[in-house]
């Protein structure tokens, strides 16, 4: 079926230190992973997406990483900053509903 | 100059009554959507239009009625509103079907009492 596994719920990291989000996903077909971030009282926003002829995308201190044989994609983001707090949401696309499924969601807290 | 845009950000009300959500874009996009995010956050889809027809319609009840006049607006009327109503319903809009890109409004809390 559909569904999209994302792990940790909850994430809190020092600030400067490096923060990682996995995800999986069901359907073999799926070739679009999007990473959303929701910053308190907003709506998600895009912040960087993966296709599965590629590996791997940098933009920045962030990166995806897309492992399509074991179905598992992961957001790296690198010398976090305080305003990288907020709730990180992968997704996929599943071309057989025409539609994005979305993860549970990571809470992603940076210490100062 | 807001891209998408929804009112009321804050909706209060009683079990039983009806309440609407208006939702307008303007990024000249083809495709409309409404996302339901409960108290644990979870972001699951409702329904699509493209071209003000409904091309999605998740298992919702009959309750929720949404309505798209044009391209650029898709509302959402919900009857005989319930406790298990209160969420955050977003409306977002993408270029097209296979557009892939969700542009999210900033959503509008619903309590139903």
């Known amino acids: 079926g559909e569904n999209v596994e994302q792990h940790p719920s909850t994430l809190s990291v020092q600030e400067g230190d490096s923060a990682v989000i996995k995800c999986t996903y069901s359907?073999?077909?799926?070739?679009?992973f999007p990473w959303y971030k929701q910053e308190l009282g907003k709506g998600p926003q895009l912040i960087i997406d993966i296709r599965s002829n590629v590996g791997e995308k940098k933009d920045q201190r962030i990166a995806v990483t897309l492992n399509k044989t074991a179905k598992h994609f992961s957001l790296h983001i690198t010398e976090t900053q305080p305003e990288d707090s907020a709730v990180y949401f992968c997704a996929a696309w599943y071309s057989s509903a025409s539609k994005i499924i979305f993860g549970s969601g990571t809470r992603l807290s940076i210490r100062p | 100059d807001t891209a998408v845009s929804q009112t009321p950000k804050y909706l209060v009300t009683q079990m039983g009554n009806d309440k609407s959500i208006k939702c307008e874009q303007n990024?000249?996009?083809?495709?409309m959507y409404w996302y339901k995010q409960d108290s644990k956050k979870f972001l699951k889809i409702m329904f699509s239009?493209?071209?003000?027809?409904?091309?999605i319609n998740e298992t919702v009840p009959n309750r929720f009625s949404p309505k798209s006049p044009d391209k650029a607006h898709l509302n959402l009327h919900i009857n005989s509103l319930e406790l298990g109503d209160s969420a955050v319903y977003f409306c977002?809009?993408?270029?097209?079907?296979?557009?892939?890109?969700?542009?999210f409004g900033e959503g509008s809390r619903l309590t139903v009492l």
């Open positions: 359907d073999s077909a799926s070739n679009y």
């Open positions: 239009y493209n071209n003000k027809e409904l091309i």
């Open positions: 977002a809009s993408s270029r097209g079907q296979g557009a892939l890109e969700l542009f």
């Open positions: 990024l000249g996009h083809d495709t």
